[in-house]
C-alpha cells in the first residue's frame, strides 16, 4: 500500500488526462479519469485515488469557497452553489474547559444544504457530467442524500438516494425530498444500503456518488487546506492536531491525501502534518476497534446504533485509506457515549456553534482524550463538526431546554422569571 507520508512525487502515466490519473492504493495500477466509470482498481479491486503530476502549493490558490483549490483538483470548475470557506470558529470557554493552547471549530454545518458533503458532491457531480452519466446514486444516513440531490438537480440529472429506513433524521429526508431526489426506503442498516448502490453501480444502473468513489474525496481534502491556511493566518503555524467524527472514514482519508500531497510539493514539512485523531460513537466503532487492536482493516459490525445518525456505520469502506492516515500522522481513535455526545452538543451550543450530534463526536472525543492525557496542554486543535443542528432538530430538541409555558400577560410572565 502506497499510503505513506514521504512518497515521493507521483510521476504521470502515459495513460493521465491533463496531469490527472487514478491509481491503485494497493497494486499501483494506473488508469486514465475520464475514459470509463470506475470506482475500484480493474486489477485488484482495492480503493483508487486521484494523482496529480503538478502539485500545488498555498501560493497556487486563488479565489473563495472549494474551487479556490482548483490547482489540486481533478478539473477546473464544478457545479457549485458556492460551498467551502466555511468558518473556523474561536471557542475560547471550550479552550479554557479543556485546557489547550488554542481549539477553534471548523463548522461545516455552515456549508449550501448544511454539512462537509457539499465539499465532495461538487467535484463528484462535475465529474458525473464529464463522464456523460446522467443518473446519480448513494446509500446515506442523511447528509449524503440532502448534497447529492441538491447537486445533482443544479446540475440537470436524476438522483437517486437509499436511506435506513425509520433511521435518517426528518430534516434530511426533508431535503432530499425538496431537490427532487427519488427516496427509496431500504429494510436494512446503511451498510446493506451502500451494499446495493454499489450493486447498482456495477451493474451500469446509476453512477455511485459515495466515497467510495474518489473524486468525492477530491473536495473534502479541502476541508484540510483551509484548517492550515486558517491557522497560519492566526498563529503562523498549522494545528498540533485535528480531530474528527468517523463514519465511513472519508474525511480522515481525505485531510491525509492533501497533507500527503502538500508534502509531497514540498509545502508542508513531513513533521507539521497535524495529527489526525478520529471520533465514534460505542455503538459504532469499527475503526476504533481496528486502530486499538493494531489491525490492518475493519470488522464489519452488523448491528451498530447510535444518536449519531450521521456515523451510524459498521462498515467504513474508506478504512483502508484512513487507518494508515491516523497512523502515519501519530494520531489515534476513540470512541465516546452518546450521553458524552449529547454533553459536547451543549458544549458548542454555549458557544453558539449549533451541530447536529454526529458534528459533536469530535469535541466529546477530545474532551476525553485530554482527560486521559493522550492530547496535550500545549497542543492547538482544531475539531471538525460535519453538520448544522437544524439536520436533526428532534436531537437538538432533546438535548436543549424545554419551553415554559405562561398566561398571556406581563405580571404572569414577571411571577413566572422570578419563580
Not at 479556490?68 to 474561536?90: F, K, M, Q
Not at 474532551?367 to 475539531?383: Q, T
Request: aromatic letters at 4%; hydrophobic letters at 40%.
Amino acid at each position: 500500500m502506497s499510503l505513506n507520508l514521504s512518497a515521493d512525487r507521483p510521476t504521470a502515466p502515459d495513460d493521465a488526462d491533463d496531469g490527472v490519473w487514478l491509481e491503485c492504493i494497493d497494486c499501483g495500477a494506473t488508469f486514465a479519469p475520464f475514459d470509463d466509470v470506475r470506482y475500484t482498481c480493474d486489477d485488484c479491486e482495492s480503493l483508487l485515488e486521484v494523482r496529480y503530476d503538478d502539485l500545488p502549493t498555498f501560493e497556487d490558490f486563488e479565489g473563495r469557497g472549494v474551487w479556490r483549490y482548483a490547482d489540486a483538483l481533478p478539473l477546473e470548475a464544478g457545479v457549485s452553489v458556492r460551498e467551502g470557506a466555511t468558518p473556523l470558529y474561536e471557542a475560547p470557554r471550550l479552550e479554557d474547559d479543556l485546557g489547550l493552547e488554542a481549539l477553534r471549530i471548523k463548522h461545516e454545518g455552515m456549508n449550501p444544504t448544511g454539512s462537509f458533503k457539499d465539499r465532495g458532491m461538487t467535484v463528484g457531480v462535475a465529474v458525473a457530467r464529464e463522464l456523460g452519466v446522467d443518473r446519480l446514486a448513494c446509500a446515506s444516513t442523511g447528509n449524503t442524500s440532502a448534497a447529492l440531490a441538491a447537486y445533482g438537480s443544479r446540475g440537470g440529472m436524476e438522483t437517486l438516494v437509499l436511506l435506513p429506513a425509520g433511521k435518517v433524521a426528518a430534516g434530511k429526508i426533508a431535503q432530499a425530498s425538496l431537490h427532487g431526489a427519488r427516496i427509496l426506503e431500504v429494510d436494512g442498516n446503511f451498510d446493506a444500503c451502500l451494499d446495493i448502490v454499489q450493486e447498482l453501480a456495477g451493474r451500469g444502473e446509476a453512477y455511485l456518488l459515495n466515497s467510495l468513489n474518489p473524486f468525492r474525496l477530491e473536495g473534502q481534502k479541502t476541508i484540510g487546506l483551509e484548517i492550515l491556511e486558517g491557522f497560519l493566518a492566526d498563529y503562523g503555524a498549522v494545528p498540533d492536531r485535528i480531530v474528527l467524527p468517523v463514519g465511513n472514514a472519508g474525511n480522515t482519508a481525505a485531510l491525509y491525501k492533501a497533507f500527503r500531497e502538500l508534502v509531497q510539493a514540498g509545502a508542508l514539512e513531513e513533521s507539521e502534518v497535524p495529527k489526525l485523531t478520529g471520533v465514534q460513537a460505542d455503538g459504532a466503532a469499527p475503526m476504533v476497534e481496528a486502530i486499538e487492536n493494531g489491525a490492518d482493516e475493519t470488522r464489519r459490525w452488523d448491528d451498530v446504533e447510535t444518536r449519531a445518525t450521521a456515523i451510524r456505520i459498521g462498515n467504513p469502506v474508506n478504512a483502508p485509506k484512513a487507518l494508515p492516515g491516523i497512523r502515519e500522522t501519530g494520531g489515534t481513535a476513540v470512541a465516546v457515549s452518546d450521553d458524552a455526545i449529547t454533553e459536547a452538543q451543549r458544549a458548542l451550543a454555549g458557544e453558539g456553534i449549533g451541530v447536529e450530534p454526529a458534528s459533536a463526536a469530535s469535541v466529546a472525543g477530545l474532551r476525553k482524550l485530554r482527560n486521559e492525557g493522550i492530547v496535550g496542554g500545549d497542543e492547538r486543535v482544531a475539531c471538525l463538526t460535519t453538520g448544522h443542528l437544524l439536520k436533526d432538530p428532534d436531537a437538538a430538541a432533546a438535548a436543549g431546554n424545554d419551553p415554559e409555558p405562561v398566561p398571556a400577560d406581563t405580571a404572569s410572565v414577571l411571577e413566572h422569571l422570578e419563580s
